[in-house]
């Protein structure tokens, strides 16, 4: 079983920043994949962004520039750092893990961006 802890999450205004932090424990054995994805009120789940074991990225459109995700694989945690927030921004972001076992969540982190 793998445990995935969360933090970061918070209340900023539009325009500020936040770091999100998620470390995986537990039977992580080989990680394929962690990422970072974010669910809106009334909408569905989407991919914020996720980065391979090889360090290759991706991300949503909609914050493409704006969020970078980064990993410590020697500490088994994933970063997201969130730049120039928006209040579409508002969402619970939940960190995932995939590897050789399936697929792992968090229990999610609420970012709400308001003045």
């Known amino acids: 079983q793998v445990q995935l802890v969360e933090a970061g999450g918070g209340l900023v205004q539009p325009g500020g920043s936040l770091r999100l932090s998620c470390r995986a424990s537990?039977?992580?054995?080989?990680?394929?994949?962690m990422g970072w994805y974010r669910q809106a009120p009334g909408k569905q789940l989407e991919l914020a962004a996720s980065?391979?074991?090889?360090?290759?990225?991706n991300y949503a459109a909609s914050v493409k520039g704006r969020f970078t995700i980064s990993r410590d694989n020697a500490e088994n945690t994933v970063y997201l750092q969130m730049n120039s927030l928006k209040p579409e921004d508002t969402a619970v972001y939940y960190c995932r893990l995939l590897n050789a076992l399936g697929v792992n969540w968090g229990q999610g982190t609420q970012v709400t961006v308001s003045s």
């Open positions: 537990g039977r992580v054995f080989s990680i394929n994949e």
């Open positions: 980065i391979t074991s090889t360090g290759s990225t």
